[in-house]
């Protein structure tokens, strides 16, 4: 009889058990349902995410907010691999703790605990929020370039993350595979990483030591306290090899040792004259980990670029003064100097726009900031000004005025902003002999020069805003390479004695992206390093310490 009642009662303890598992998974769900619609989840280092809230509703919506990332009290296979991706987010540039990475231990032996509705419910939340974070600043970064006043938008290369992470990562047994396509195609991108690997561990390594200061250089063969110190820098760093052989006195600056403060000296932005000045010394005792930042920082803007484009690019970098230009694969093909703005005064707009023309022997339309603050004035001085420097008066339609000596008339009308200035095509003008235009907002474009010194000094911020460019005939014909005819040659004769003002239609656009990066690691392993001319350095990092949501 006992037997035979213990064999009635168990269908009924089966359904009872279906009905408690039914229940269970209803209040999980609710318990998802409602920490998404708080936005907020305590716990977490960052709580607040109501800016990712609508793309948590459309990730939960179509399994009725029902738990993706654990089953049975245990973390599903692609939620270990995302977790193992957070812990390893310095990696990136990014902050580890950003995503959780020290509270995930506890979250997932709480889950494995409880199966309770909140805890699960917490876990899983928590797992989404920091998903679509990495996951968008991989693809998009953390801040938004236009928060800074950059003409560089991030809004087409957007993730839907609920589908993304529903369609993508949660099915996905190769989750590397798949974050390697969301990351910049670039080359250099990559290189940075790489870069940042290496000085990560530097950072750990050197002994902080700072270098004595100096009031005036010190010279090859001349004796300076520092010298243990800059031997172990150095050869940290990489400047100096591990078996050059050194002088046995270690308070002479001499020898291999001059070499390599060269090197590094190159490498910074620096003249290349081996003297430890006042700012070589300054660069030698930056902190290492401020290299790392920078580091960082440029990865940041990495990911600000468009992941696809039309057309091979030019990218100028404006801390570092030089004009790349990319192949098919995005590898640089060809490398430049450029004259950028003024730090202080005219500084060059981070952005970017398509090339579309060129144009051979240009005049020069003298922006009204300049006719204000420089022409003007000059003719009051010597009326003769416009006639000895190849200006012409004209109206704002572009007919000319006057291209001698300047009446009373004129002048007033030149101060009342009636009348335009511009300087007639030639060797000397303002241009030089071609622009490449991208039209913009700034009114900023590429140009050669009348005088090629500026481009010897090691900091180029000289301009008005315009980038001058330091191979301008080789850049012109690389812009117009897919118009027929248009080889080097043809465009140095059109440059030298050609007809004046003469434009040129691209037959396919170039992307040109203004860029700002004080980090550049080269395919030869070398790391580059800048000041921060601009700020905007110290802006970006000051953004980045308020963690999320970010600006």
Same mark, same amino acid.
């Given at each position: 009889m006992r037997t035979r009642r213990l064999r009635n009662l168990f269908p009924l303890g089966a359904a009872v058990l279906v009905v408690s598992l039914a229940c269970l998974?209803?209040?999980?769900?609710?318990?998802?349902?409602?920490?998404?619609a708080s936005g907020?989840?305590?716990?977490?280092?960052?709580p607040n995410f109501s800016d990712y809230r609508t793309g948590l509703q459309k990730f939960y919506e179509p399994a009725g907010y029902a738990p993706a990332w654990a089953h049975m009290s245990q973390p599903v296979p692609q939620a270990l691999s995302l977790i193992a991706v957070f812990r390893d987010a310095g990696k990136k540039g990014l902050d580890p703790e950003d995503y959780d990475a020290s509270r995930w231990e506890d979250r997932i032996r709480a889950l494995q605990s409880s199966a309770s509705g909140p805890v699960v419910a917490r876990f899983?939340?928590?797992?989404? %929020?920091? @998903?679509?974070?990495?996951?968008?600043?991989?693809?998009i970064g953390r801040t938004n370039p236009q928060h800074f006043g950059f003409g560089l938008s991030t809004e087409g290369k957007k993730y839907d993350l609920g589908q993304f992470l529903r369609e993508r990562i949660l099915t996905t047994g190769d989750l590397q595979a798949v974050l390697d396509d969301v990351e910049p195609p670039f080359v250099a991108y990559r290189r940075t990483e790489q870069a940042l690997a290496r000085y990560i561990e530097l950072a750990r390594t050197d002994d902080?030591?700072?270098?004595p200061a100096v009031t005036k250089p010190i010279d090859p063969t001349q004796p300076y306290a520092g010298v243990p110190r800059l031997v172990r820098f150095l050869r940290l760093v990489g400047d100096l090899s591990a078996?050059?052989?050194?002088?046995?006195?270690?308070?002479?600056?001499s020898g291999p040792? %001059?070499? @390599?403060?060269?090197?590094?000296q190159r490498r910074h932005g620096l003249d290349a004259d081996g003297r430890l000045g006042p700012s070589?010394?300054?660069?030698?005792?930056?902190?290492l980990h401020d290299r790392v930042l920078q580091l960082q920082l440029t990865l940041e803007r990495w990911r600000w670029l468009p992941a696809e484009f039309p057309a091979p690019p030019i990218i100028v970098n404006i801390p570092d003064f030089r004009l790349r230009t990319l192949d098919e694969k995005n590898n640089v093909v060809m490398d430049m100097r450029v004259v950028v703005g003024k730090a202080m005064?005219?500084?060059?707009?981070v952005f970017t726009r398509d090339m579309t023309y060129v144009v051979l022997r240009p005049y020069w339309n003298v922006p009204p900031s300049i006719l204000r603050s420089e022409i003007v004035p000059a003719i009051q001085r010597d009326r003769g000004y416009i006639a000895r420097k190849n200006y012409e008066v004209t109206t704002q339609d572009g007919k000319v005025v006057s291209s001698g000596e300047i009446s009373d008339e004129v002048l007033a009308q030149l101060r009342a902003g009636k009348l335009a200035v511009r300087q007639k095509p030639g060797s000397t003008n303002a241009l030089g002999l071609v622009k490449l235009i991208f039209p913009n907002e700034h009114n900023v474009y590429l140009h050669s020069t009348p005088s090629q010194s500026l481009f010897s000094r090691s900091r180029r911020d000289f301009s008005h805003g315009c980038i001058r460019v330091e191979k301008p005939a080789e850049l012109a014909a690389w812009a117009l390479r897919n118009n027929s005819d248009w080889t080097l040659e043809r465009v140095q004769q059109g440059m030298q004695s050609g007809k004046d003002d003469v434009t040129v239609t691209l037959a396919k656009r170039v992307p040109v992206f203004i860029v700002y990066g004080t980090a550049l690691a080269y395919a030869n392993g070398e790391v580059h390093f800048t000041d921060d001319i601009y700020g905007h350095d110290a802006k970006l990092a000051a953004a980045l310490a308020k963690g999320y949501p970010y600006p």
């Open positions: 998974s209803e209040g999980q769900q609710a318990d998802v349902q409602n920490l998404v907020n989840l305590a716990g977490m280092r960052w899983d939340v928590a797992l989404t %929020v920091c @998903a679509m974070r990495y996951l968008s600043a991989l693809r902080g030591e700072t270098l078996d050059a052989t050194l002088s046995t006195d270690r308070q002479t600056y040792l %001059v070499d @390599a403060v060269k090197h590094f070589t010394i300054k660069q030698l005792n930056v902190p005064r005219t500084q060059t707009p």
